[in-house]
Structures are given as C-alpha cells and as structure tokens.
C-alpha cells in the first residue's frame, strides 16, 4: 500500500545489493568450478600417466602377469609398507580414477542449473572422491614414483580445498536470494 519514499529506496538498496551480491556469488562460484575442474582433471591425468610409466601402458589386465598374490614379483615404483588389496589390478585402478575424473568434472560443468542441495551433494560426493583417493595412497605405503604421488595428494588437496569454498559460496548465495524473498513480502 503506501509506504514512505524512504522505505521504498531502502528496498530498492536491499534489492540490488541482494542481486550484485548474487552475481558475484555466481562468478566467483563459476571460477571455483574452473579451478574444481582443471585440478580434478589434472589428477586424473596423472593417474593415467602413471599407467604409462608404471605398466607400460597396460591399462587393462594384469600389468605383471608374473605375481602371484600374496608375494612374487615386487611392482616397481611401490615401497615396501602396508598393502591394501584392490578390488582389481593397480593400473586398472589408475584408469577408473581417470574415468571417475572426468565424469565427476563433467558433471560439476553441467550442474549449473541443478537445485542447489543437487549441487552442494555433488561437491561432497568430489571431496569423497578425492579423500578416498588420498587414504588409498596412504595405505599403500605413500609411492612416490618420478615424484607424481606427492603432485597428485598435492592436487587433491586443492581440489577438497575449491570444493569446500564452492559449498561456502553456494550456501551463502542462498542465504542473500533468502534475504532478498524476506524484504520483497
């Protein structure tokens, strides 16, 4: 109904400032999912390299045909530690890491106009990713070959660091829209 000049001005403040808060929030979360990308696919790259330099570029089946379970033939490039035993041979592991990758990337590219808990559960589904990536690392006994090891747990750090800035700036971004619907009744 009638409200003062002032009032209406004061709205019109909250209102604009809400959609440049919005705006920035969006390029600043665009350039974050840059970063998630390009760092996410830059560890899978290194996973499939390591395929390469480890097994020769053995990507599927048993890169050392030799071993037997348990003992036998010691993998190059892998120091003596603790083992854990996976579920398929290393370099097949290698390869799924990389195809996990770049789907995982595809989908953070494409999710734009997802509902935002859609979004906020990708990027926890990212961080398990990477975590799990780094814990299998550890208990393998932290290999290091041509210093990739400590390069790839370097990268999927920044890429849990970027995705919990990216969940930050999604559920902030949220809370300005809120602010916004609150003022407009």
């Not at 789907?103 to 926890?124: F, M």
Request: charged share 15%.
């Amino acid at each position: 109904m009638g409200s003062s000049p002032s009032a209406r001005g004061h709205m019109a403040q909250v209102i604009v400032g809400g959609f440049a808060t919005m705006i920035k929030d969006r390029a600043n979360n665009g350039i974050t999912e840059g970063i998630i990308g390009v760092f996410a696919l830059a560890d899978g790259v290194i996973h499939l390299a390591l395929d390469f330099i480890l097994f020769h570029g053995i990507l599927i089946g048993n890169a050392f045909p030799a071993a037997r379970p348990g003992g036998g033939v010691r993998r190059p490039g892998v120091p003596p530690g603790p083992r854990i035993q996976f579920p398929l041979p290393l370099n097949e592991m290698f390869l799924l890491n990389f195809i996990g990758s770049v789907i995982l990337v595809w989908l953070l590219l494409s999710s734009g106009r997802w509902p935002q808990a859609r979004r906020v559960l990708l990027d926890v589904v990212i961080i398990g990713y990477e975590a799990f990536t780094f814990v299998c690392w550890w208990l393998v006994g932290r290999p290091n070959p041509m210093e990739l090891g400590y390069l790839s747990k370097g990268v999927e750090i920044v890429v849990i660091v970027a995705v919990i800035a990216h969940i930050s700036s999604l559920l902030r971004s949220r809370g300005v829209a809120g602010t916004r619907l609150m003022v407009d009744r």
